[in-house]
Nanobody, 122 residues
Framework: QVRLVESGGGLVQSGGSLRLSCTAT????????MGWYRRAPGPQRELVAT???????YYGDSVKGRFTITRDNAKNTVYLQMSSLEPADTDVYYC????????????????WGQGTLVTVSS
């Protein structure tokens, strides 16, 4: 079974930085697009950033220029470097993988991590 394990959340002052990590565990053969979302007011989670298997990135408007998403394919891990944090960035951040395949040909779609809390104090 493929699972996503997140780490790196915590409390930081406004203007500070944090790095989130998310590792996909299991007998993994390949992973598609990895991304970070956060809970937003409303029914849908807000897209923060995504990165494809080939390294193509996309950022939500509210984080452009402040957050950087990277991934280490050898470690099945995606990172979110967050800088110039603002109180409005306070939220639970969720890791997502759009698809994953295991060595024994099991396929998974739309996987989510458990969430990690980021709190930015003013």
């Amino acid at each position: 079974q493929v699972r996503l394990v997140e780490s790196g959340g915590g409390l930081v002052q406004s203007g500070g930085s944090l790095r989130l990590s998310c590792t996909a565990t299991g007998n993994i053969f390949s992973i598609g697009t990895m991304g970070w979302y956060r809970r937003a007011p409303g029914p849908q989670r807000e897209l923060v950033a995504t990165i494809t298997a080939g390294g193509g990135t996309y950022y939500g408007d509210s984080v452009k220029g402040r957050f950087t998403i990277t991934r280490d394919n050898a470690k099945n891990t995606v990172y979110l470097q967050m800088s110039s944090l603002e109180p409005a960035d306070t939220d639970v951040y969720y890791c997502n993988v759009d698809r994953a395949e295991t060595m024994n040909n099991w396929g998974y779609r739309d996987l989510w991590g458990q969430g990690t809390l980021v709190t930015v104090s003013s």
